[in-house]
């Protein structure tokens, strides 16, 4: 079995959960079997797993390992319908379709809030003591069950957290207290597993307890670190086979200097510290390997992909240049500082002055509160405000609808480790345009062929490119035509050797 380990499948996911969860696809469309293992507790997990194109079975999380309820079905929790709530005594009261409340004798007992984007399905209940103070919250799953329960202190800190199996037994207890003015998680107590009590300090010492579960239980399987903050578990781990690391971004804010330049801190873990417990390190591009070769000449690091397109969707028809919005720009990422995402709109400031309509679309999830704003404020500034849109962070058939949509593809980061977004672009035959960055970027732009790749932070030189596209539809079509030629080396049958190969 291969394991691809990981913190969570998020609500909002960055490149390093999608290209996990593709490597998973990939396997197991190959006849590899590969589960894509989490830590975090997350009631929304089975609906995050499917909005990023995954099945239940391939998704294995530690607490719904230790809970039972790891292939439990979704059956919906109306809050009308909750057995615990004897309808005869207890009256439920509606307050908009957000929350209701339980009342009994004229006094406000519990509280039942509507779990998200649904109608009238129990997210949790929080119950109240004379005082009003809150001395429980009960929270469902987004399949239907009441999955834990946490107590609070009278002044409303949380004192424990008890997650539970199907017949509503306990089966994991997380105590908290404070430590030095903050309430934390000081001890996890995993319950009457095998026969025993079992107590760990924190959730990284209970999730090597978990994985040394598993590799048990599967002799010869192979571990996959995906996450810097889970290096040194893996690292730990008994009884793999082999055990591997995985790169998905740059390893140093040195953008000019890979082979010298100081490591971020969440990669000492792994190219330093513990680097003797992996088999080898793993990056998608020679470009990173050589750089890393030359910094650390004694440890083993292997190219292996960071995506692939399935046979499937390389086999639709080609969308033609009348089927896409015209003169629209695409941005697919996340918008934070290090993206670069100003630099797309002052492009587009300059793609107007010669093509009026053209448009660029946002599709990304903002890192702070303050960056969206920022960006709006900026395309105010420059004028092009009604040319800017900022779309939804999107999965599945609404982010494929983004590519369809879009003439081309623009690339604004100060680095990157791959650039999955680019591949994605191409498969639907949008051209790109990308700054000359490390990394990623030489093996993605065959410049001239399937897009253009302009120096890093010319804004001007990039409008060109774009307005030159956007503008000659021979040459569009041209470049579409070699985007999805790209698109084609990353099908299954060439991207699994290199896979088989990195994990040899």
């Given at each position: 079995?291969?394991?691809?380990?990981?913190?969570?499948?998020?609500?909002?996911?960055?490149?390093?959960?999608?290209?996990?969860?593709?490597?998973?696809?990939?396997?197991?469309?190959?006849?590899?079997?590969?589960?894509?293992?989490?830590?975090?507790y997350n009631r929304f997990l089975?609906?995050?797993?499917?909005?990023?194109?995954?099945?239940?079975?391939?998704?294995?999380?530690?607490?719904?390992?230790?809970?039972?309820?790891?292939?439990?079905?979704?059956?919906?929790?109306?809050?009308?319908?909750l057995d615990q709530i004897p309808l005869d005594e207890y009256h439920i009261e509606g307050h908009g379709p957000n929350y209701s409340t339980i009342n009994h004798a004229g006094r406000e007992l519990a509280r039942i809030n509507v779990m998200p984007a649904t109608v009238g399905l129990v997210n949790d209940i929080l119950y109240y003591d004379r005082f009003g103070n809150t001395t429980a919250r009960e929270n469902y799953d987004w399949r239907g069950f009441k999955s834990s329960v946490d107590y609070f202190h009278p002044n409303g800190a949380l004192a424990v957290q008890k997650f539970l199996n199907q017949d509503g037994v306990p089966v994991i207890e997380v105590m908290h207290m404070n430590v030095n003015g903050n309430i934390l998680p000081t001890m996890y107590k995993l319950l009457n597993y095998k026969g025993r009590d079992w107590r760990f300090n924190t959730e990284d010492q209970m999730f090597l307890f978990f994985l040394n579960e598993l590799t048990n239980e599967n002799p010869g399987s192979?571990?996959?670190?995906?996450r810097r903050s889970l290096d040194h578990v893996v690292a730990?781990?008994?009884?793999?086979?082999?055990?591997?690391?995985?790169?998905?971004?740059?390893?140093t804010p040195d953008i000019k200097n890979p082979v010298r330049g100081k490591l971020y801190?969440?990669?000492?873990?792994?190219?330093?510290?513990?680097?003797?417990?992996?088999?080898?390190?793993?990056?998608?591009?020679?470009?990173?390997?050589?750089?890393?070769?030359?910094?650390?000449?004694?440890?083993?690091?292997?190219?292996?992909?960071?995506?692939?397109?399935?046979?499937?969707?390389?086999?639709?028809?080609?969308?033609?240049?009348?089927e896409r919005l015209s003169h629209r720009i695409a941005y697919v990422g996340r918008l934070s500082p290090?993206?670069?995402?100003?630099?797309?709109?002052?492009?587009?400031?300059?793609?107007?002055?010669?093509?009026?309509?053209?448009?660029?679309?946002?599709?990304?999830y903002p890192s702070n509160a303050d960056i969206l704003n920022e960006l709006k404020a900026l395309a105010k500034q420059l004028d092009v405000e009604q040319n800017v849109i900022f779309g939804d962070?999107?999965?599945?058939?609404?982010?494929?609808?983004?590519?369809?949509?879009?003439?081309?593809?623009?690339?604004?980061?100060?680095?990157?480790?791959?650039?999955?977004?680019?591949?994605?672009?191409?498969?639907y035959g949008v051209p790109v345009?990308?700054?000359?960055?490390?990394?990623?970027?030489?093996?993605?732009?065959?410049?001239?062929?399937?897009?253009?790749?302009?120096?890093?932070?010319?804004?001007?030189?990039?409008?060109?490119?774009?307005?030159?596209?956007?503008?000659?539809?021979?040459?569009?079509?041209?470049?579409?035509?070699?985007?999805?030629?790209?698109?084609?080396?990353?099908?299954?049958?060439?991207?699994?050797?290199?896979?088989?190969?990195?994990?040899?």
């Open positions: 079995m291969n394991y691809f380990i990981s913190e969570n499948v998020f609500t909002f996911n960055s490149g390093t959960e999608h290209s996990q969860m593709k490597r998973v696809k990939l396997f197991n469309a190959q006849g590899q079997p590969a589960l894509y293992v989490t830590r975090n089975a609906r995050d797993v499917a909005s990023i194109g995954l099945n239940q079975d391939e998704v294995l999380n530690m607490y719904d390992y230790f809970q039972g309820t790891t292939t439990v079905e979704r059956k919906e929790q109306p809050l009308r319908l192979t571990l996959v670190s995906d730990d781990v008994q009884f793999a086979a082999k055990k591997f690391a995985v790169l998905h971004d740059i390893h801190d969440a990669y000492l873990n792994v190219l330093e510290r513990r680097v003797k417990d992996f088999d080898a390190i793993l990056v998608p591009t020679v470009e990173q390997q050589q750089d890393l070769q030359k910094r650390y000449p004694g440890v083993t690091f292997r190219v292996a992909p960071d995506t692939f397109v399935d046979d499937a969707h390389l086999a639709v028809e080609h969308v033609k240049l009348p290090e993206k670069r995402p100003d630099q797309a709109i002052r492009a587009l400031a300059r793609v107007v002055k010669s093509i009026p309509d053209a448009t660029l679309a946002f599709h990304g962070y999107v999965t599945g058939e609404k982010l494929a609808k983004a590519y369809t949509e879009a003439q081309v593809i623009v690339q604004t980061s100060v680095a990157e480790g791959f650039g999955m977004n680019l591949v994605e672009a191409m498969s345009v990308s700054y000359d960055i490390t990394y990623g970027t030489k093996e993605l732009v065959d410049d001239g062929m399937n897009g253009y790749v302009v120096p890093a932070g010319a804004h001007g030189d990039m409008a060109d490119r774009l307005t030159a596209i956007l503008s000659d539809t021979g040459l569009w079509a041209a470049l579409s035509e070699g985007a999805y030629r790209k698109a084609q080396t990353f099908s299954a049958d060439e991207m699994m050797p290199l896979w088989q190969a990195a994990l040899q």
